[in-house]
C-alpha cells in the first residue's frame, strides 16, 4: 500500500516552502522546536523572535489565515490548564484584577502559552505546507524506524476514512430521528463509538491481509 496523497491539514500551494524537500522542513521544524523549549524561564524576549520568524515562514507559505486559526483548536487544553495555573501554583502572590494570583503560576501559564502557540503554529504550517506522502517520504529519508513511518502513514489515510464512517453514521442516525440533547443520550453514542471501533478493526485486518497477498514484507515501498 502507497502512502497517503494529501490530508485534510494540506493546504495546495507554490511557494518556496511548499517546493522545499520535506525532510529539511521536517528538521527545520524540530530544530525550531529545540530552540523554543530551551528558551530560559522567566526570560520573555526570544519569544517575540521565534514569532518573527514564523511570521515570516507564514507569510512566505501564503496559506491563509482561515486555514490556520480553527486548526489552532488543538491547543485548547493546554489554554484551559494555563489559565487555572495561576489560581493553583505556589509561592509569592500577586495582585491583578482584583484576583490574587501566584506570580511563579503566571510566569508558568505565559510560558506554556507562548511555547504551545508557536509549536503548534509551526507544526500547522509543515502540515499545511507538505503532503502526506512528502511527510513519509522525508521521515524515511531521515531513517526514522520504519514501525513509527508506517504508523504515521496508515493514520494520516485512515484518519479520514474513519472520519467518513462516523459521519455517514450520523447521518444514518438523523435519519431516523436521533437527536443528541442530553446525557441520556451517552449509551446510544457509546455504541456507535464501539461500532466504529469494530468496523475499523475489521478493515485493517482486511487491508493488512490484502498487503501480505500483495508481496508486503514488514516495509513500506518507497513514496
Partial sequence: MGAPHG??????????VHRAAAHLKILALLAF???????PRGVFWP????????????????????????????????????????????????????????????EGAAMLLCKGTLGVV???????????REVVSGLQRLRVPDPLVQILSFML?????????????????????????ALRDGPALAAATG???????ERGERVHHAMLSRGYTGRLPDA
Avoid: C, D, N
Avoid at 489515510?157 to 440533547?181: D, H, N, P, T
Avoid at 461500532?195 to 478493526?201: E, Q, T, V
Fill in 7 to 16: 490530508h485534510l491539514l494540506h493546504f495546495h500551494g507554490h511557494s518556496p
Fill in 157 to 181: 489515510r485512515y484518519l479520514e476514512v474513519v472520519g467518513g464512517q462516523w459521519q455517514r453514521m450520523s447521518i444514518a442516525r438523523k435519519a431516523r430521528g436521533f437527536q443528541s440533547r
Fill in 122 to 132: 509551526a507544526a500547522i504550517l509543515l502540515a499545511a505546507t507538505t503532503e502526506g
Fill in 47 to 106: 519569544y517575540a523572535v521565534h514569532a518573527a520568524v514564523l511570521l515570516g515562514v507564514w507569510v512566505t507559505t501564503r496559506v491563509p489565515l482561515r486555514h490556520v486559526l480553527p486548526r489552532m483548536l488543538i491547543e485548547a487544553p493546554f489554554v484551559v490548564f494555563a489559565l487555572i495555573l495561576p489560581f493553583v501554583a505556589l509561592g509569592e502572590s500577586v495582585e491583578v484584577l482584583g484576583l490574587v494570583l501566584s506570580r511563579a503560576g503566571l
Fill in 33 to 39: 522546536m529545540v530552540i523554543v523549549v530551551a528558551t
Fill in 195 to 201: 461500532g466504529l471501533f469494530i468496523r475499523s478493526y
